[in-house]
């Protein structure tokens, strides 16, 4: 079958010529507009985004109150995406979910049976397994939605009615917060404790001139689902809630104690386990919000099996309702606070959460709000809601006044109207005009029933009239005086407050805000178990360490063609400093080195080393220690060690040498010595006054001697008064020392004297 149509023009005539960049400027500021007002930022009013607000109106519409009987999730998932919101259902049984942890929100505005997830990082069962009703605080945040306080607008395909928001006193943006990412902007706020918000929210009713100081006196802070401690000072948490931008560092709580989330022990106690014997354990009771148990061990495992914290044994969770982390130390040696500082340096034991008070306000304008404007903003929307309320009630007074008022005609004049209605075909406009009566009371009277005439019926209506006035009257002050408003609102909040006081399982401080003691300074050393050991580093650069000081002059084994070239005794916390010809320092920790049994490792393989430099000393660094550095060419200078150490692979340049010349002399100076004794090629000796060697990070350094040819054989540091000594030779092993240094003395940088007879023929000290 052909269809025909009247218009035949070309369909490619109703194609727009338009540039790509402007096409898709306009359709992608559409769809940021739409992200951002229609799903990723929360209302101020009510602090609900547009899946959580249809989530628990179509459950309110289900009747799910929290005193009926639980419903499938799988039907309320059913009816908010066929009626309110054409989005997937995964998404928005996982908002539903999200509103039913209790680990997830401060105050969970829905209730689940069934497997609603954990703590852990597992996900909710499947929406056909669980039930779901809403709780009390939810009921609390939609209360007066038929009282005419909010409007509503048709779902998305006209055939219902939502909210646009819910008009509930309930606190609910800082009560439970929000997280989302719009386009160009996101939103990041945490719960709060409904007790401080309802107090800062009275302060500023009271006096809408308050300073932020004074808010933030009653107002403490974050007050996390999980509990855990906030570390910031109040001075840090202050500003980021002026501007409405910051961040908190929170921590898991040490604790032996019970939490519920409520803690029955103080924030203060150690979380030391006490075991007998002098042994214990640490125990973690509580961790940073939105961090998942299992993530956290599986962290500190990880760094247990790689070695990274070798004070800590073993990690166990022994979590049943309440979180119970075990730690086991190493040793009951280890120092507890350097166990706890090392899990939050190293583990998401401490975070930080952002604090980023973006909210679209009434106007469905995106801002970054400080805490006293939000609030007051809040307020002022409440205020709204509450004349709102008022006038529906006036109304609602004004309709019954009018059916009371006939009502009362109809009984003053019972028998004519039974009469009229008795024998006229038409009666009510017979009794309009009889009674001035208007249409909706002669059809209320119309529509009475028998049993309505009573006698006592009579002084029960007067009865209500007199009352609906007397509201009505009361409602009237109420719209026409700010301060009445004003006054309501307070007793409102007040009565609220009640179920949410500090002294309710709900409503009792969980987070505790403490800034946290100075940090407690340690090294990766301080993790290192002290054990003595032998290092030995071959000619062909083989590095390794045997356990224990053993004899340097031991039989070590070496590969065919290597041997010996430095051994000495150390311990497995000291750092090694490694010296090579050409000026570079090289650090290298004594744990990281391979064990003695086999012939070690290449130090090349741990050390970004240039293949054509030698190694000319290895010795362990020593805090404060000053080194003797010395170079081929006689020039020099004294380092402090600390100024050694390098960070990276690639070491440090510490002596600056030109093509030809190369570091020869690594020696420590002892503090007691106070002079400098140097050899050159040429067989002479000066000494000088260690004060005129100066003490530099890196360069060439100054001349310690003067040559005409050669260069510099060898440098040390003496004691003057103790004079210089040396081994003689032979298999003697007798040590020659020469007490009267005085020929030899003279100034820094002199060409020198030949040293005294039996001075060693290879000009080494």
């Known amino acids: 079958m052909v269809s025909t149509t009247d218009d035949d023009s070309d369909p490619f005539d109703a194609i727009v010529d338009a540039p790509f960049d402007a096409a898709l400027s306009e359709r992608y500021l559409v769809y940021a507009l739409s992200t951002i007002t229609a799903r990723s930022l929360p209302d101020l009013r009510d602090g609900l985004k547009p899946v959580h607000r249809r989530l628990l109106w179509a459950m309110r519409q289900l009747k799910l109150d929290p005193a009926s009987a639980y419903k499938k999730s799988a039907r309320v998932v059913g009816d908010v995406i066929g009626k309110y919101h054409p989005h997937g259902d995964a998404s928005v049984y996982d908002a539903m979910v999200r509103l039913a942890q209790d680990f997830a929100l401060r105050y969970p505005l829905v209730q689940g049976q069934g497997n609603f997830g954990n703590i852990d990082g597992d996900n909710a069962a499947a929406y056909r397994y669980t039930e779901a009703r809403l709780t009390k605080t939810a009921i609390q945040l939609m209360a007066g939605l038929d009282e005419g306080t909010v409007d509503f607008q048709p779902t998305y395909n006209g055939e219902e009615e939502e909210p646009e928001i819910f008009p509930g006193l309930f606190p609910n943006l800082l009560a439970n917060g929000a997280t989302g990412i719009a386009v160009g902007m996101a939103t990041s706020i ?306 609220l407050r009640k179920d949410y006081a500090e002294d309710t399982a709900l409503g009792r401080r969980r987070t505790t805000i403490a800034q946290a003691a100075p940090t407690v300074e340690f090294s990766m050393d301080a993790m290192i178990e002290k054990e003595p050991i032998t290092v030995i580093l071959s000619q062909r650069g083989w590095i390794r360490a045997a356990r224990g000081h053993v004899a340097l002059d031991g039989d070590f084994k070496f590969k065919e063609g290597d041997g010996p070239a430095f051994a000495f005794h150390a311990q497995t916390t000291d750092k090694l400093l490694i010296a090579l010809d050409n000026g570079r320092f090289y650090t290298l920790g004594a744990d990281k080195l391979p064990g003695a049994r086999g012939f070690g490792e290449p130090v090349r393989t741990m050390l970004d080393i240039d293949a054509d430099a030698q190694i000319v000393a290895v010795l362990p660094h020593k805090p404060k220690m000053q080194l003797l550095l010395a170079s081929s060419v006689g020039k020099g200078f004294a380092a402090e060690s600390e100024e050694l150490l390098a960070e990276t692979r690639k070491g440090r340049a510490v002596v600056t040498t030109k093509p030809g010349v190369k570091l020869a002399v690594v020696r420590e100076i002892p503090p007691e010595h106070d002079h400098v004794a140097v050899v050159g090629d040429n067989r002479k000796l000066v000494v000088f006054s260690l004060e005129e060697l100066p003490v530099l990070a890196k360069g060439q350094g100054v001349t310690l001697q003067r040559y005409r040819d050669g260069g510099l054989a060898d440098a040390t540091t003496l004691k003057l008064e103790d004079g210089l000594s040396w081994t003689m030779g032979g298999e003697s092993g007798r040590t020659r020392t020469e007490k009267d240094m005085i020929m030899w003395k003279v100034a820094r940088g002199a060409a020198g004297r030949l040293p005294p007879q039996g001075f060693p023929r290879d000009n080494k000290f």
């Open 190 to 495: 945490p719960s709060h404790n409904v007790a401080e918000v309802i107090d800062a929210s009275l302060m500023l009713i009271d006096n809408p001139h308050a300073e932020h100081a004074d808010i933030m006196q009653v107002f403490k802070g974050p007050d996390f689902a999980t509990g855990g401690l906030v570390v910031d000072s109040p001075e840090a948490i202050s500003a980021a809630y002026e501007t409405g931008k910051g961040a908190f560092r929170v921590r898991g709580r040490f604790s032996t104690g019970k939490n519920g989330s409520g803690i029955d022990a103080p924030w203060e106690e150690t979380g030391i386990e006490k075991l007998g014997g002098g042994q214990w354990q640490l125990v973690v009771s509580e961790i940073p919000y939105m961090l998942p148990k299992g993530k956290l061990i599986e962290q500190i495992a990880q760094l247990i099996a790689d070695r990274k914290l070798p004070i800590l044994e073993d990690v166990r969770d022994e979590s049943d309702e309440q979180i119970r982390i075990v730690l086991v130390p190493k040793s009951r040696n280890v120092d507890p606070e350097l166990l706890k500082e090392s899990l939050y340096r190293l583990t998401d034991l401490e975070n930080r959460f952002t604090l980023n008070l973006n909210v679209l306000d009434a106007g469905r304008t995106p801002g970054v709000l400080g805490i006293k404007l939000l609030l007051q903003e809040w307020i002022k929307s409440q205020i709204d809601i509450l004349q709102r309320r008022t006038r529906h009630r006036l109304d609602k007074i004004a309709s019954r006044l009018e059916l009371v008022e006939g009502y009362i005609v109809a009984y003053l004049n019972l028998d004519r109207i039974i009469e009229i209605i008795r024998t006229e075909d038409e009666p009510k406009p017979v009794m309009m005009a009889e009674f001035n009566l208007t249409d909706r009371q002669a059809e209320a009277i119309l529509n009475m029933r028998l049993r309505s005439l009573r006698k006592l019926e009579e002084m029960e209506l007067r009865q209500e009239r007199e009352d609906l006035l007397k509201e009505q009257d009361e409602l009237n002050k109420l719209l026409e005086s700010p301060a009445r408003q004003r006054t309501r609102l307070k007793r409102d909040l007040g009565n």
